[in-house]
């Protein structure tokens, strides 16, 4: 039995330990905001926290997970997270399909970095695709939620094993 918290909840999970974080989150879970895009870790759509790292949910398997999961759906617990509000100010989204993978990583990247040069942001930001191509719009969003100071609520809260709620 493998035991994993996602979004401040202890999951237990009987089945294979080899099943992909990515099925598990929206097979088990119901949480379908994590895409499917290319299955090989490539696009970015999956891309969720394990601690404050963003990884590809379709290439890890539940057992190497270590550290608690966060994904679109625990992003703002709180309400909107600020890069979500700039993602609404700045319209990035056209077709929606790739922006929570965009989220995720921004995120990862202003928890890492809580004003990022421009530099930086392309580097970050260069493994997560968009068909549509809001590239701008998305730099512009991630520049407005670092100047706003996003540093101290960037962050999601801080999960561990011991303070996990279990379902």
Not at 6 to 35: K, M, S
Not at 134 to 140: E, K, L, Q
Request: charged residues 15%; hydrophobic residues 40%.
């Amino acid at each position: 039995m493998i035991e994993i918290v996602v979004n401040g909840i202890r999951h237990r999970f009987d089945g294979d330990p080899a099943t992909p974080l990515l099925w598990f989150l929206r097979d088990e879970l119901g949480l379908v905001g994590t895409r499917f895009g290319c299955g090989a870790g490539l696009c970015g759509c999956c891309t969720v926290h394990v601690g404050n790292d963003a990884v590809r949910s379709c290439g890890i398997a539940l057992s190497d997970i270590n550290g608690a999961v966060t994904t679109i759906e625990g992003l703002g617990a709180n309400g909107l997270h600020p890069l979500q509000r700039a993602w609404i100010e700045h319209a990035v989204p056209q077709c929606g399909y790739c922006q929570s993978g965009q989220l995720m990583q921004a995120a990862a990247l202003l928890t890492a970095k809580p004003h990022p040069s421009d530099a930086e942001i392309n580097e970050a930001m260069t493994g997560n695709l968009c068909r549509c191509g809001t590239y701008p719009r998305i730099h512009a969003a991630i520049k407005q939620a670092a100047s706003a100071g996003s540093e101290t609520s960037a962050k999601p809260p801080v999960t561990t094993p011991e303070n996990a709620r279990v379902r």
